[in-house]
Protein backbone atom coordinates (compact mmCIF):
# COMPACT_ATOMS: atom_id res chain seq x y z
CA UNK A 1 0.00 0.00 0.00
CA UNK A 2 1.30 3.35 -0.83
CA UNK A 3 1.65 5.95 1.63
CA UNK A 4 -0.68 8.79 1.96
CA UNK A 5 1.28 11.81 2.34
CA UNK A 6 -0.97 14.62 4.25
CA UNK A 7 -0.77 18.27 3.18
CA UNK A 8 -0.68 20.57 6.53
CA UNK A 9 -1.16 23.91 7.11
CA UNK A 10 2.05 26.64 7.33
CA UNK A 11 2.43 29.00 10.48
CA UNK A 12 2.91 32.27 9.12
CA UNK A 13 4.69 34.74 11.53
CA UNK A 14 6.40 37.71 10.99
CA UNK A 15 7.86 40.34 13.75
CA UNK A 16 9.03 43.81 12.86
CA UNK A 17 10.44 45.64 16.10
CA UNK A 18 13.09 48.15 16.86
CA UNK A 19 13.68 51.43 18.95
CA UNK A 20 12.35 54.83 18.09
CA UNK A 21 14.82 57.45 19.02
CA UNK A 22 13.85 61.61 18.81
CA UNK A 23 10.47 61.04 19.39
CA UNK A 24 7.99 63.69 20.08
CA UNK A 25 7.68 64.21 24.00
CA UNK A 26 4.18 65.04 24.17
CA UNK A 27 2.81 62.35 22.26
CA UNK A 28 5.03 59.67 24.45
CA UNK A 29 3.08 60.76 27.31
CA UNK A 30 -0.19 60.72 26.02
CA UNK A 31 -2.16 57.24 26.50
CA UNK A 32 -5.17 58.09 24.63
CA UNK A 33 -3.14 59.17 21.76
CA UNK A 34 -0.67 56.21 21.97
CA UNK A 35 -4.28 53.78 21.70
CA UNK A 36 -5.33 55.44 18.89
CA UNK A 37 -2.43 55.03 17.14
CA UNK A 38 -2.08 51.65 17.67
CA UNK A 39 -5.84 51.41 16.11
CA UNK A 40 -4.82 53.30 12.88
CA UNK A 41 -1.39 50.79 12.57
CA UNK A 42 -3.67 48.32 12.48
CA UNK A 43 -5.73 49.05 10.42
CA UNK A 44 -2.72 50.31 7.96
CA UNK A 45 -1.14 46.84 8.53
CA UNK A 46 -4.51 44.71 8.22
CA UNK A 47 -4.54 43.70 11.46
CA UNK A 48 -7.64 43.16 13.56
CA UNK A 49 -7.47 44.40 16.96
CA UNK A 50 -9.12 42.15 20.24
CA UNK A 51 -8.41 44.37 22.93
CA UNK A 52 -5.49 47.54 24.24
CA UNK A 53 -4.31 47.80 28.01
CA UNK A 54 -2.08 50.70 28.61
CA UNK A 55 -0.56 51.66 32.03
CA UNK A 56 1.43 54.73 32.78
CA UNK A 57 4.43 54.40 33.97
CA UNK A 58 6.41 57.82 35.71
CA UNK A 59 5.89 59.86 32.56
CA UNK A 60 5.55 56.85 30.21
CA UNK A 61 3.28 54.67 28.94
CA UNK A 62 3.15 51.04 27.94
CA UNK A 63 0.50 50.13 25.74
CA UNK A 64 -0.13 46.20 24.58
CA UNK A 65 -2.82 45.31 21.78
CA UNK A 66 -4.01 42.15 21.42
CA UNK A 67 -4.85 41.32 17.62
CA UNK A 68 -7.02 38.55 16.15
CA UNK A 69 -3.45 37.72 14.45
CA UNK A 70 -1.03 38.31 17.56
CA UNK A 71 0.17 41.64 19.20
CA UNK A 72 1.72 44.92 18.71
CA UNK A 73 3.58 46.70 21.90
CA UNK A 74 4.72 49.99 22.07
CA UNK A 75 6.85 50.78 25.53
CA UNK A 76 7.48 54.68 26.03
CA UNK A 77 10.23 56.94 27.75
CA UNK A 78 9.08 60.51 27.10
CA UNK A 79 12.41 61.83 29.46
CA UNK A 80 14.37 60.36 26.87
CA UNK A 81 11.98 60.71 24.01
CA UNK A 82 12.33 57.33 22.85
CA UNK A 83 10.62 54.25 22.91
CA UNK A 84 10.27 50.64 21.79
CA UNK A 85 8.02 49.19 19.25
CA UNK A 86 7.23 45.53 18.57
CA UNK A 87 4.51 44.21 15.47
CA UNK A 88 4.30 40.53 15.56
CA UNK A 89 1.68 38.73 12.93
CA UNK A 90 0.57 35.59 12.29
CA UNK A 91 -1.60 36.23 9.54
CA UNK A 92 -0.43 35.63 6.05
CA UNK A 93 -2.92 38.83 4.62
CA UNK A 94 -1.30 41.00 7.58
CA UNK A 95 1.78 43.79 6.92
CA UNK A 96 3.72 44.29 10.46
CA UNK A 97 6.25 46.40 8.71
CA UNK A 98 3.55 48.64 7.17
CA UNK A 99 2.29 48.57 10.61
CA UNK A 100 5.75 49.45 12.45
CA UNK A 101 6.30 52.77 9.48
CA UNK A 102 2.93 54.20 10.86
CA UNK A 103 3.99 54.28 14.23
CA UNK A 104 7.48 55.26 13.70
CA UNK A 105 5.51 58.31 11.91
CA UNK A 106 3.08 59.37 14.06
CA UNK A 107 5.22 58.78 17.30
CA UNK A 108 7.79 61.61 15.25
CA UNK A 109 10.79 59.37 15.63
CA UNK A 110 13.78 61.57 13.69
CA UNK A 111 16.15 57.97 14.06
CA UNK A 112 15.05 54.49 14.21
CA UNK A 113 16.36 50.90 14.23
CA UNK A 114 14.51 48.06 12.64
CA UNK A 115 14.45 44.14 12.73
CA UNK A 116 12.50 41.72 11.24
CA UNK A 117 11.88 38.16 12.15
CA UNK A 118 10.67 35.27 10.52
CA UNK A 119 8.94 33.57 13.02
CA UNK A 120 6.95 30.88 10.67
CA UNK A 121 6.68 27.29 11.46
CA UNK A 122 5.61 24.10 9.08
CA UNK A 123 3.86 21.35 10.81
Known sequence: MMGVELAFPKVVGKQVYGSLYDCEEDVLKDTKR???IIKEAADVGNMNILDIKSWKIGE????????????????????????????????????????????????????????????????
Open 60 to 123: GVSVVAIILESHITVHTWPEYRFATVDVYSCGPHTSPLKAFNYIVEKLGAKKYTINEADRSSEF
Open 34 to 36: LEQ
